[in-house]
């Protein structure tokens, strides 16, 4: 489907995984890994250990009786795990890291951040939605993690001036069609109209524009989405580079049609 707006992605095998059930996945917590493999043989719970921190379970496995969620492990696509692979450490500065997650939502790239950097960030989290950052702090908590600061903003306007600070790196978790998860929610594919792909590349654009003034000189811009089309991705990039004082230092596309996963894209850009 929309084969005109997909990305460098393989359209066949895009529309076939929708054909396939996804499998569930889980990302261990740092020094969690033996434990919850474990927890796991000895509840008798299928799994595949797929990667250093991935298990790969079936879509409807239930581990709520089974492990400590966000302590001792995520539930987090397998793709989703990957998209601080290329966060290469000399980018970042000595000492704590100032982080803000400015579309938080569950705070599931919050918790996979401070893992990479080892607890070493001083984190802010915002979302639009109230309801969704009271249970990202929550979800927060749960993993340990420790808040510097929590606000309600639509970051697709300009910040107001008590939302100004600067950062070392910015989490842009974008709002998008969806359209990477789609093998597990096949109704919004049903559902979706093309015209809805300006709206969402507009949206973004205007999110990281207001958003990434607040980096500090030489800070990181991490661009995300679970999107498969040209215009959320490549196209947002592109404006991104050339309306900002962001350049791009790499792209990619994390593909998981063919392995029962999201496809995700990622973008790293460094303030000039």
Not at 116 to 131: E, F, H, Q, Y
Not at 208 to 218: D, F, H, M, R, V
Request: glycine letters at 6%; one cysteine or more; aromatic letters at 8%.
């Amino acid at each position: 489907p929309f084969e005109k707006q997909l990305g460098a992605i393989d359209p066949a095998a895009f529309s076939t995984s929708f054909l396939i059930q996804p499998l569930l996945f889980i990302r261990t917590r740092p020094g969690k890994k033996d434990k919850v493999a474990a927890r796991l043989e000895e509840q008798g719970v299928a799994h595949q250990i797929i990667g250093e921190d991935c298990i790969a379970l079936p879509n409807t496995t239930n581990l709520e009786d089974v492990l400590v969620l966000n302590r001792d492990a995520v539930i987090q696509d397998k793709n989703s795990q990957r998209v601080f692979d290329e966060l290469n450490p000399e980018w970042l500065p000595a000492g704590k890291v100032a982080v803000w997650d400015c579309c938080a939502a569950s705070g599931g790239k919050s918790i996979l951040l401070n893992d990479k950097l080892a607890g070493k960030m001083n984190l802010t989290v915002s979302d639009i939605r109230p309801n969704i950052l009271y249970n990202c702090k929550k979800r927060l908590a749960e993993a340990g993690i420790n808040i510097n600061n929590a606000f309600i903003a639509d970051v697709a306007a300009p910040l107001s001036p008590d939302e100004v600070q600067e950062y070392d790196i910015i989490i842009c978790d974008a709002p998008c069609s969806g359209s990477g998860t789609w093998s597990r929610t096949p109704e919004q594919l049903a559902g979706f109209s093309k015209d809805r792909i300006a709206a969402f590349s507009a949206l973004q654009k205007s999110i990281a524009k207001n958003t990434s003034t607040q980096l500090k000189s030489g800070g990181l811009f991490i661009y995300i989405t679970c999107s498969v089309f040209k215009e959320e991705n490549e196209s947002v990039v592109a404006a991104i580079d050339e309306q900002t004082e962001l350049a791009v230092l790499q792209q990619e596309y994390l593909s998981g049609y063919e392995q029962q996963a999201d496809t995700m894209f990622v973008a790293i850009f460094k303030k000039l």
